[in-house]
């Protein structure tokens, strides 16, 4: 069980009952040591009440993960903001907000706390003797380098040729898991191009073999990328993928599309996304900009590394996805397949309107829109929107995920059976 020690200041202690039912609540995996401000051990998180001209905030852990309870009428108060500076995470919420708020905040920051691991308060500073060591140790480490041996091993980011058949062209992208590179078989004379993703180090394996396993299971559907082999180099395990030669759907969309496109589109994107679903898979980043549209208009749903299986259990426990395509649970961190059908519904919604439903430049606003606002109505923004396809639309975002299509499938159904000439340009206005 993980463990995480906290430091709670100034809170009363019935604000202090409560964060703790929350933290136990929703996090029951996560042992919470609430310590005192004496404590040997430092905070990882600190949880406080903001009184007036309270400064002393400023001085204890200025570089711990802070979450702050603050009267509404210190909102102005530029000392929360100096408190908030060079810190690696930071939210707060007010005293008299409602109660569902405050604890669906306190989750959030919980959930980017547990998902991104950030570091502990700066160790003290280290005696003479332990400077001493640690140049010595430094020196010795540098000299090692300079004079090593000429036949290190080769990273497989460093290697020109994968597995001793696939040839380096270009890096298309470099993420937090690894590198992906458009590669070409050895030896041919003509561009038989494929996709090489790469970790950044063995501990990934587990990850690629995941997703290498649901491309298997999703081999047979047209709109899937096919895995062409699993190569294992320098103890990495090195996915080579098909290369699709097209274009994203963000761009298409940018550009503008006629109505029967848009449409014939979305429901190639909806028959994988629900193929996907009756295998038990969940996509869980579903946006336009991974979405990619051949010259003969096939569209091919990319980045199943961050899809899960879930055949053993309806709701992920982690955050995973893009801002604005984020159903309000998956913000939570308790995705399920009903999440890809908010972020189809917002897809369908762009495509309808040319809007999103949620948008904010600032990440915190839009993630309060995605969990408290409802989306206005499509009719309300463009005319011709027919009353079925934005019930159909708003039945999508639902904030309650069972209110929703429980499966891509179910909305599949109801969409060609409300709209059976979906897909004719004649449903999505001009």
């Known amino acids: 069980m993980k463990k995480i020690p906290l430091l709670f200041l100034n809170l009363p202690e019935d604000l202090q009952f409560n964060l703790l039912h929350t933290l136990e609540k929703h996090f029951p995996t996560v042992n919470f040591n609430v310590n ?3 404590a040997k051990q ?22 711990t993960p802070l979450f702050l309870f603050i009267d509404s009428e210190l909102t102005k108060n530029s000392h929360i903001f100096e408190i908030s500076r060079n810190r690696p995470l930071f939210d707060y919420c007010f005293l008299n907000d409602p109660p569902d708020r405050i604890e669906k905040r306190i989750i959030i920051f919980l959930n980017s706390f547990l998902t991104q691991n950030f570091t502990q308060e700066t160790p003290k500073k280290p005696s003479k003797a332990g400077i001493k060591t640690r ?3 430094k020196t010795c480490s540098f000299l090692s380098r300079v004079f090593r041996p000429r036949n290190h091993v080769i990273s497989p980011e460093m290697m020109p040729v994968i597995g001793n058949r696939w040839e380096k062209i270009r890096r298309l992208g470099f993420g937090s898991f690894g590198e992906v590179w458009l590669v070409r078989r050895v030896g041919t004379v003509s561009d038989n191009y494929a996709v090489a993703k790469i970790p950044h180090d063995y501990h990934m394996n587990p990850k690629f073999l995941q997703e290498a396993d649901i491309l298997n299971r999703l081999s047979k559907h047209p709109n899937s990328v096919k895995l062409i082999e699993i190569l294992e180099q320098a103890g990495k395990v090195v996915l080579i993928e098909e290369y699709i030669d097209g274009r994203t759907l ?13 449409e014939q589109l979305f429901l190639q994107i909806l028959d994988m996304i629900a193929y996907a679903h009756d295998h038990l898979v969940m996509h869980r980043d579903l946006k336009p900009e991974n ?25 992920s426990s982690t955050v995973v996805g893009s801002r604005p395509y984020m159903a309000p649970e998956q913000i939570m961190g308790k995705s399920r397949l009903a999440s890809d059908v908010w972020a189809l519904g917002v897809l369908l919604y762009a495509l309808a309107t040319d809007y999103l439903p949620f948008y904010s430049e600032r990440e915190k606003e839009l993630m309060d829109l995605i969990l408290e606002t409802e989306p206005q ?37 109801d969409l060609l059976k409300t709209l059976p000439d979906f897909g004719k340009g004649t449903v999505i206005p001009v």
Not at 42 to 63: H, M, T, W
Not at 292 to 299: A, F, G, I, S
Request: include cysteine.
């Open 36 to 38: 005192n401000e004496d």
């Open 42 to 63: 430092s905070p990882q998180i600190i949880f406080a009440l903001y009184k007036k001209d309270d400064k002393s905030l400023l001085q204890k852990f200025p570089r």
């Open 135 to 137: 140049i010595f140790e």
């Open 250 to 262: 963000q761009e298409l969309i940018d550009e503008g599309m006629e109505p029967k496109e848009k």
């Open 291 to 315: 979405i990619l549209v051949t010259h003969d208009r096939l569209v091919k749903v990319l980045d199943f590394g961050t899809a899960k299986d879930v055949s053993d259990k309806s709701v």
């Open 377 to 413: 109505k499509p009719s309300e923004l463009i005319d011709g929107i027919s009353p079925e396809l934005e019930r159909i639309i708003m039945k999508c975002l639902e904030k309650d995920p069972t209110r929703r299509y429980p499966t891509a499938r179910k909305f599949q159904e």
